[in-house]
């Protein structure tokens, strides 16, 4: 073990254990997650190359065999339920570019559960859960992802022989993108326009068989393939899709909601809102991926940074470690304390999800709407966040932080994925934007807002009401949503004013994009501070004392940072003086310091095992400069001491040079 690290431990003033528990729901919970890490990291059958060092084809052929072997022992050690399966699934696919199948169990699946009949469900699902039927989402097109009303694939209804014809009609209809899709899947549900007696009905899924269960080779009017490199996940492989008129049985639509029945009657559903089950889930998802992803470049670049020393202070004197700099804590802090903020906004927005559903259940689909509009904010917002942190990160590294031994390259090229996948952030963003003009208007008129954006309807506070630091925390949730209520108002006001100026709505709306995206981000923005807020505060928060007293400082963090960057934002109409601005800045040195001497142990709270790391930089031991000189000896250019390049290039031409001295 590194002594600096060591000490770094022996100085926290809370076990870090204690708020692993909090991170995870629980003892139980972490005993369980363990349980199985332990199970996985010590199965040979489970052990994973490095993949930098990887072809994209051999880091293919290694992520494929990882997933299928690991479906395998989930039959082995006979773990049956969903929840247990899936906490499987993600500890043995967190390492780098292990990730092989996720979409069949992430998209595929609930997609069949949740937009599929019951008859459906039982003839798809067994055939799913026990790998006969592998299977993508292909939804996102070479020419159309986020618009996905523009979509061009067709499914066109034929009441001869009660078929519907999927057909790729253009050179950007071809699916592009859809993961496991290339050579793995041999299912897809494939999203495309209905057709039927001559009229369109929008988007529906349709389940279509790819490939051959004999041979695997695509069938009739399938071509199928990949996309090619990727910034990083090459062992996780995209693929294109073009149907030429591939026909699959009418039963084949999924049908929970919408139907055509046997002379082509299309019947719609209920209410459209019934399809965001799915998609609400993923995000939810997604939340969480990002705090992770957030939570993993921290855990590098702090435990770095308490091991790495630079530049004496005095002349002979010891180099301090860098993590003593404030400079370096301004850098990490904030986006440790966003890491925690986004763990507890996205387990708040699955407790949301979870009793939305419980009304949907009961025909009650009102609250749908503004979860969905939430789920998309925060993905978006969570995403851009853990975007810019993890390059702070990996540039808090120094040099050592652009090689792969420091994960981080990596992990960027993973995790940045977030910021597009199921939907562009400016697009999700914008799409907030439009429900919450509608709340504006329905503010104006007088009428009840859905709890998620009641703020909206409240009369605006005059004046932030604090005096000195003590008081920031009890007024932070009123700051956020006194800056989300006026962002939105102003975003309003900016379309209202385009449109009386003679602007078509399309053009008033485009111009004003950056308030509406402003707006939007706010919105976003006051929900997590609540969460984060809520959270810490709760009187169910059951973990001792001072655990409650570091997530306290962790908050008033992200509060005061937030504050401080979007001064501008809270002191434009005179909300917060210069003078609270000062004090919220000032708040922030101290807050650094008092992170400082429990940066570490905050970050081994994440319980992140250097398996699932992949990092020399952020090893556990601290034991840096010997790991990452091992890790360099296994680059195959070092495998013989004069390299083969030499003989065919560098010889014949410093023969020749030699010959002419």
């Not at 523009?150 to 499914?155: P, Q």
């Not at 503004?370 to 925060?378: A, T």
């Not at 004013?497 to 981000?521: D, P, R, V, Y």
């Not at 505060?537 to 655990?547: A, H, M, Q």
Request: proline share 4%.
């Amino acid at each position: 073990m590194n002594p600096d690290i060591q000490k770094e431990r022996e100085r926290a003033t809370f076990t870090a254990e204690q708020l692993t528990y909090v991170l995870d729901g629980g003892r139980h919970k972490t005993k369980k997650r363990r349980l199985m890490e332990k199970i996985i990291f010590h199965d040979p059958d489970l052990q994973c190359p490095d993949h930098s060092f990887l072809s994209k084809n051999e880091s293919f052929n290694a992520a494929t065999k990882h997933s299928i072997m690991m479906e395998k022992k989930i039959q082995k050690h006979k773990i049956k339920s969903d929840e247990d399966k899936a906490m499987f699934r993600m500890i043995a696919s967190r390492r780098k570019d292990t990730i092989s199948l996720p979409v069949h169990h992430l998209m595929f699946r609930p997609t069949i559960v949740g937009q599929g009949t019951e008859e459906q469900q039982r003839k798809w699902l067994p055939l799913i859960d026990n790998m006969t039927v592998i299977g993508t989402y292909a939804q996102t097109e070479l020419g159309h992802g986020t618009f996905i009303r523009g979509l061009e694939t067709t499914a066109t209804f034929d009441p001869k022989t009660d078929e519907f014809v999927l057909h790729s009609p253009t050179l950007t209809s071809m699916k592009w993108w859809p993961g496991n899709l290339a050579f793995q899947s041999n299912h897809a549900i494939v999203i495309a326009q209905l057709y039927t007696k001559g009229q369109c009905h929008g988007i529906q899924p349709f389940m279509v068989q790819l490939r051959s269960l004999e041979d695997y080779r695509p069938l009739p009017g399938v071509t199928v393939g990949d996309i090619g490199p990727k910034m990083a996940n090459n062992g996780y492989c995209n693929g294109f899709l073009k149907l030429d008129n591939v026909r699959i049985p009418r039963e084949n639509m999924l049908m929970k909601y919408a139907k055509v029945e046997r002379d082509g009657t299309y019947i719609k559903p209920q209410s459209m809102k019934l399809a965001y089950g799915s998609m609400v889930l993923l995000r939810v998802a997604f939340t969480k991926t990002a705090a992770e992803a957030l939570a993993s470049a921290c855990t590098i670049a702090v435990r770095y940074s308490a091991v790495r020393r630079q530049t004496e202070q005095t002349p002979g004197g010891v180099e301090p470690q860098i993590l003593d700099y404030q400079s370096q804590q301004y850098k990490l802090f904030p986006a440790l304390a966003a890491a925690y903020a986004f763990y507890f906004a996205s387990e708040s927005l699955n407790n949301i999800y979870q009793q939305i559903q419980q009304e949907i259940k009961t025909g009650n689909i009102a609250s749908m709407t503004p979860l969905h509009v939430i789920s998309s904010g925060l993905k978006a917002f969570s995403s851009d966040v853990m975007n810019c942190g993890i390059e702070t990160c990996r540039l808090s590294c120094g040099g050592h932080g652009y090689s792969h031994a420091s994960g981080l390259p990596g992990l960027y090229g993973r995790a940045t994925a977030l910021c597009t996948v199921e939907g562009v952030n400016t697009v999700l963003y914008l799409q907030v934007a439009g429900y919450l003009m509608k709340c504006a208007s329905m503010a104006a008129s007088g009428q009840t807002l859905p709890d998620l954006v009641a703020y909206i309807s409240k009369p605006p506070e005059q004046q932030w009401s604090v005096r000195n630091g003590t008081d920031i925390m009890n007024q932070a949730v009123s700051a956020y949503e006194h800056r989300a209520q006026r962002l939105v108002v102003a975003a309003a006001q900016s379309l209202q004013g385009e449109m009386t100026a003679g602007k078509a709505q399309h053009e008033a709306w485009n111009n004003s994009h950056i308030a509406l995206i402003k707006a939007a981000k706010a919105h976003t923005h006051y929900f997590v501070v609540k969460c984060f807020v809520n959270f810490v505060r709760s009187k169910d928060l059951i973990t001792p004392d001072n655990v409650k007293s570091v997530l306290e400082t962790l908050c008033k963090l992200y509060v005061c940072y937030g504050i401080h960057e979007n001064a501008g934002d809270f002191m434009q109409d005179g909300y917060i003086s210069g003078e609270q601005i000062a004090l919220v800045t000032n708040q922030i040195s101290g807050l650094l310091a008092t992170i400082r001497p429990n940066a570490v142990a905050l970050v081994d709270a994440f319980d992140f095992k250097d398996e699932i790391l992949g990092s020399v930089l952020g090893c556990y031991d601290g034991n840096v400069y010997q790991k990452m000189y091992e890790w360099a000896k296994q680059s195959p250019l070092n495998k013989d001491e004069v390299h083969e390049s030499y003989y065919k290039y560098l010889k014949p031409m410093l023969q020749a040079n030699k010959s002419k001295l």
